[in-house]
């Protein structure tokens, strides 16, 4: 069939509806939401019949504890082999691949070539790799990366060749987190200082090839506020772009937002609202930083809604249209801490995105990754899978409070997950990478700024010795409504993984490890 017929199929596909069906950033959708509302293949009994379709061990070096980013995946694209449903990885070596979802065979692979050199090795906070998992623009057909270099690239999806770019978007070699696309421009953020950074959100308008727009807005006049949560920002339908910040100074009238969640206004990033946590001062000293556990924006009846959290291990609900109220320090509600109880920096707390599902009725749910046992203030009155001592999902239900203002009640405790990632969300199915990581990131229970050397990253573990402790990642699948148990993949995955990330498509989940193994799960 030639080219021009190709493309003639792709548009009626695009016409009925195809594009709706397809995972084409982190968490699915620019909100974060990590739900797929319009899969229907997948249900709580299909899932209890799944298996490995297929896996590809990828041309990529690891970095660090870099890999493979989060899949995305496109349907109904021209290729010279046809129209293929293609799933999308970059690699930390500067790499991404375009892989047909039918067969797991490599259908391109475009390499960016770098011009800068790293002064230091690579190490866990500031990897010298690739971070930033790409996002798929269907109205331009076009996939957009973030080369190590901090060049923005525009590829056509079917050929990988190059149609946007590059431009410069973030300083070479910075640590840059998930793409998202909204109204024509692309949004990225920035943390822990690497290749001389400072930590901010970035955007670019990509409607023009031929010319473009950026801006930056910086969260701290100096080091810190590093923006690391693993889908960089949230844009709500609100036209906010929200992120939150690590440790640092809180300073707002002098523009520092240590220890926050920010709402900025699109495009050009100036600052809409800020809300910081009454215990600011102990969640800073004590490296709880907010970013370890995302964010999310979601609408409820009347409200539009942000919900996060981060080490300390409690979950933060805020009014997306007032942050924090008019003193930047009232929520609508923050849960009593539902793990972590001793408050510490690594190993334990809130460590990746949360998913916002909503049930047959409309009614949202939470959902949070716990690294570590319950907190045993938790009631009796919840529903529990079994012990949890390495970790779980913990299930929210959204309800509205005596004022009729929202809040959360905690509903269930999953079956232990060791580690577990960011949760994904399809028709009643919560899907989640227990990712066999070693946490441990220092040999002393705190992490020093400065010991006899001068230099606190002598305290760090090296990239071999957390590899010393990790084991192959498992991917489970619990009711969305109990967290019960309906599958594990046992030995199917082959490595450990560190902020990966799932895609969910057309019945099919998709995940990676850190041997850069990405990896197809459907019913049989």
Not at 47 to 55: G, I, P, Q, R, Y
Not at 244 to 272: C, H
Not at 339 to 354: A, D, H, M, T, V
Request: hydrophobic share 40%; net charge negative; with cysteine.
């Amino acid at each position: 069939m030639k080219l021009r017929a190709y493309i003639g199929l792709a548009l009626a596909a695009m016409l009925a509806g195809g594009l709706d069906a397809e995972w084409p950033t982190f968490g699915h959708d620019s909100e974060r939401s990590n739900w797929a509302p319009e899969e229907t293949k997948i249900t709580p009994e299909t899932v209890k019949t799944f298996e490995l379709k297929w896996s590809v061990q990828l041309d990529n070096a690891a970095l660090a504890l870099n890999a493979l980013t989060a899949p995305v995946v496109a349907r109904d694209v021209v290729t010279e082999q046809g129209i293929k449903t293609l799933v999308y990885t970059a690699g930390s070596s500067n790499h991404l691949f375009a892989i047909d979802a039918a067969t797991g065979k490599v259908v391109w692979t475009r390499t960016f070539q770098s011009y800068v050199t790293a002064k230091e090795a690579p190490f866990f906070l500031c990897p010298n790799a690739l971070n930033a998992t790409p996002v798929v623009d269907r109205q331009q057909n076009l996939i957009f990366a973030l080369a190590l270099d901090g060049r923005l690239f525009g590829l056509d999806l079917g050929t990988g060749s190059i149609r946007f770019g590059p431009y410069a978007f973030v300083p070479p070699l910075a640590k840059a987190w998930s793409l998202n696309l909204n109204n024509g421009y692309i949004y990225t953020t920035t943390s822990q200082g690497c290749g001389g950074d400072r930590p901010g959100i970035y955007s670019m308008s990509v409607s023009d090839p031929a010319h473009h727009v950026s801006y930056e807005m910086l969260a701290q006049y100096g080091t810190g506020a590093g923006m690391w949560s693993r889908g960089g920002t949230a844009i709500g339908r609100n036209g906010l772009i929200y992120a939150s910040t690590g440790d640092g100074k809180l300073d707002p009238p002098n523009g520092n937002f240590g220890s926050s969640y920010l709402a900025a206004r699109a495009p050009d990033l100036t600052i809409a609202d800020y809300y910081s946590p009454l215990n600011w001062d102990e969640v800073n000293k004590r490296d709880l930083d907010l970013p370890a556990g995302g964010l999310a924006w979601f609408g409820y009846r009347n409200w539009h809604l942000i919900v996060g959290g981060g080490k300390e291990s409690v979950v933060y609900l805020l009014d997306a249209d007032a942050l924090g109220d008019k003193d930047h320090q009232t929520p609508l509600y923050v849960s009593e801490q539902i793990g972590n109880e001793g408050k510490e920096l690594q190993e334990k707390g809130i460590w990746g995105s949360p998913a916002v599902w909503k049930d047959e009725r409309g009614e949202p749910w939470i959902y949070v990754p716990v690294w570590g046992a319950p907190a045993k203030r938790i009631g009796k009155q919840v529903a529990r899978n079994g012990d949890a001592p390495h970790g779980s999902i913990m299930a929210f239900r959204v309800e509205l409070d005596a004022a009729r203002r929202p809040c959360l009640r905690l509903a269930w405790i999953s079956p232990d997950v060791n580690l577990p990632d960011a949760p994904a969300i399809a028709n009643g199915v919560v899907f989640v990478v227990a990712t066999g990581e070693n946490p441990r990131q220092t040999r002393t229970e705190g992490m020093p700024k400065v010991n006899v050397t001068g230099d606190w990253r002598d305290t760090l573990l090296t990239t071999e010795e957390r590899e010393g402790g990790t084991h192959a990642a498992v991917l489970m699948a619990l009711d969305a409504k109990t967290g019960k148990l309906l599958f594990e993949s046992g030995t199917a995955m082959k490595s450990w993984n560190h902020f990966g990330g799932l895609a969910i498509d057309d019945g099919k989940v998709y995940a990676v490890d850190h041997a850069s193994n990405l990896y197809c799960f459907g019913a049989k």
